[in-house]
């Protein structure tokens, strides 16, 4: 048995290698002639899987640690009967972290009081119903959009897009689609930008072609928008000049948590299993995150106790202090670095490794919500 499994999957050698012969590979570097001979191929979000990458090979599996699956051509691996596995909510909770440390950064530089402010959620799935569940304990007015959802649940409370729009923080969480009623490409376009409220933030975490990139870029100056962008149009040959005006800009890794990562493994470790009907076992026990212990010394919430605190576990500034280093590279050099940032991404680990310390109620309350420990 053959497998061949992209490098930056997390226990990708120590786990596969159970299974067979595994050959580690860049996910840019999975080519035609390596899968000749292949059986298993297990991918992340930067291998395009389609005809022109499995025809005339002996693939029959092909599993990506990813949530999203809009690099994979489903119709092409049913036609070939090529069993598939994705690992959805792998690293739902990472991007919610993502999504509530960015907006505390970006809340504490600008001085922006959360205080009776409305976020327009756009998809409600995994990751979005997460980001409103945080979203609820930070007292904020939530407006969801989800017209898939809406559709299979008449009677909750959906709003448009352009109600989504109107809100002060905008935020995206539906998958790249291209086809039908609720295609997603270019779902922020010249058309419903402009609808977007003057000083507004707008995070985009799902994929880069879901905004146009292009009409974002020429008016969010004019607008004053805070954009917090970790995902980008033609990944990873990114538009400078968008970068250049995000408050918070990161290379596509709001999922890259241990917990997220090694989530993505253990699902297609299991469908791989259940798909050869073995039952290879691996240990995939995390190691307990050393000084975990962190205190908020404010007895109210305060946004920029809040940012600290979440700093502690997760320096976002850091990311977007490296990420802007690509602002003056060259453009081979970019896209390579762009990889480089990805691949060698600090240790990050999740709010329910740590432990928090408050005398208030209250904010016990929310930290409680947020999956951290109290003490
Ligand atoms: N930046 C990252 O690291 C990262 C990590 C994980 C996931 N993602 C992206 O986030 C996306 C969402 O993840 P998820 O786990 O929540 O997926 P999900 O499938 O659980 O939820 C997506 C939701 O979007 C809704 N939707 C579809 N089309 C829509 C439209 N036109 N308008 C509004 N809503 C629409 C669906 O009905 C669904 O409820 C993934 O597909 C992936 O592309 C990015
Ligand atoms: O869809 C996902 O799960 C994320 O976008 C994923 O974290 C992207 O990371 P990659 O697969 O490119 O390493």
């Not at 890794?253 to 791989?272: M, P, S």
């Amino acid at each position: 048995m053959k497998l061949v499994v992209d490098e930056n999957i997390e226990f990708a050698k120590e786990a596969f290698s159970l299974f067979g012969q595994t050959i580690l590979l860049p996910g840019r570097e999975i080519t035609n002639e390596v899968l000749k001979d292949a059986d298993i191929l297990i991918v992340r979000s930067v291998t395009n899987v389609g005809e022109k990458l499995l025809n005339g090979t002996s693939v029959k599996f092909v599993g990506t640690a990813t949530i999203g699956t809009d690099h994979i051509d489903l119709n092409y691996l049913n036609y070939r009967n090529i069993r598939f596995a994705d690992a959805k909510g792998c690293n739902a909770f990472a991007v919610a972290e993502y999504f509530l440390t960015a907006l505390m950064k970006v809340c504490s530089d600008e001085k922006i009081s959360l205080q009776d402010k409305s976020i327009g959620i756009i998809g409600v799935g995994n990751v979005g119903s997460k980001v409103a569940k945080f979203s609820e304990l930070l007292g904020l007015k939530i407006l969801r959009n989800d017209p898939p959802l809406e559709r299979k649940n008449p009677h909750e409370k959906f709003y448009s897009l352009d109600e989504a729009l109107q809100c002060d923080i905008v935020t995206l969480h539906v998958p790249l689609t291209f086809k039908g009623y609720d295609k997603t490409f270019h779902l922020l376009n010249e058309n419903n930008l402009m609808k977007i409220k003057d000083g507004a933030i707008l995070i985009n975490t799902s994929r880069g072609a879901v905004v146009d990139n292009k009409s974002l870029r020429k008016i969010v100056t004019g607008k004053n928008l805070h954009l917090i962008f970790d995902v980008w149009e033609n990944e990873p040959d990114l538009d400078l000049s968008l970068l250049e005006r995000v408050k918070i800009g990161t290379p596509h890794i709001a999922g890259y948590t241990l917990e997220g990562k090694v989530n993505g493994t253990i699902i297609i470790f299991d469908a791989l299993n259940s798909f050869l009907g073995t039952d290879y076992q691996f240990d995939f026990t995390l190691p307990p995150v050393k000084n975990n212990i962190l205190s908020y010394n404010k007895n109210i919430f305060d946004e920029q106790e809040f940012s600290n605190l979440l700093s502690e576990i997760y320096n976002i500034e850091t990311d977007n202090d490296q990420m802007k280093k690509m602002l003056y590279f060259g453009r081979e050099d970019r896209i390579k670095y762009f990889d480089t940032m990805r691949k060698y991404y600090p240790l990050r680990r999740e709010f329910n490794n740590y432990i928090v310390k408050s005398d208030s109620q209250q904010l016990m309350k929310i930290f409680k919500g947020l999956r951290f420990k109290v003490n």
